[in-house]
C-alpha cells in the first residue's frame, strides 16, 4: 500500500530498488537492474524537466494570457523534479547493502508485487501512455 500524494512514484521506485537489493544474492544481474532503473528514472527526471523549461519558453514567445499560472505550473514541476533527483541520488551514494536498512516499510516486496510495479511504473512512461495511439493508428 502506498499513501497518496506527490511521492507515490517515489515509494514505489523505493519498493522497487528494495526487492532488487534483496534479491541480488539469488540473481547477479539485478545489481545491474537496479543500476538500470535509478539511471533510467534519473534520465526520465532530466527529461521532463528540460521539456518544462521549453514549454516556458514557447509561453514566453507567445505571451499568452495564462502566462503566470504557467510559470507556476513550471515552477512546480521543476521543486518536484529536483526532490525526485535528490531521492535518486542519495540512492546512488547509499551502497547497496546499507540500502536495504533504509526501508520505509517493513513489509517485504514479493516477486508478483515486484512485477505489479515494474508494469505500473512502465505504464508512466511516455511510449507507453502513447501506445493506444500507435495502435489505432
Not at 494570457?65 to 515552477?75: I, L, N, P, Q, S
Request: hydrophobic fraction near 35%; include cysteine; aromatic fraction near 10%.
Amino acid at each position: 500500500k502506498v499513501s497518496g500524494g506527490d511521492d507515490e512514484i517515489q515509494q514505489l521506485q523505493k519498493a522497487l530498488l528494495d526487492y532488487l537489493d534483496e534479491n541480488t544474492e539469488i540473481d547477479a544481474s539485478l545489481v545491474f537492474s537496479r543500476k538500470f532503473y535509478v539511471a533510467q528514472w534519473f534520465r526520465d527526471t532530466t527529461m521532463e524537466t528540460e521539456k518544462a523549461i521549453k514549454s516556458q519558453k514557447d509561453e514566453d514567445s507567445s505571451e499568452g494570457t495564462h502566462h503566470a499560472k504557467d510559470v507556476e505550473t513550471t515552477g512546480q514541476i521543476m521543486h518536484r523534479a529536483e526532490s525526485r533527483k535528490k531521492f535518486l541520488r542519495s540512492i546512488i551514494k547509499t551502497a547497496p547493502s546499507q540500502f536495504s536498512t533504509l526501508k520505509m516499510n517493513s513489509d517485504t516486496v514479493d516477486y508478483e508485487d515486484a512485477c505489479l510495479i515494474v508494469r505500473y511504473l512502465a505504464s508512466m512512461r511516455p511510449f507507453a501512455q502513447s501506445f493506444d495511439i500507435y495502435l489505432t493508428q
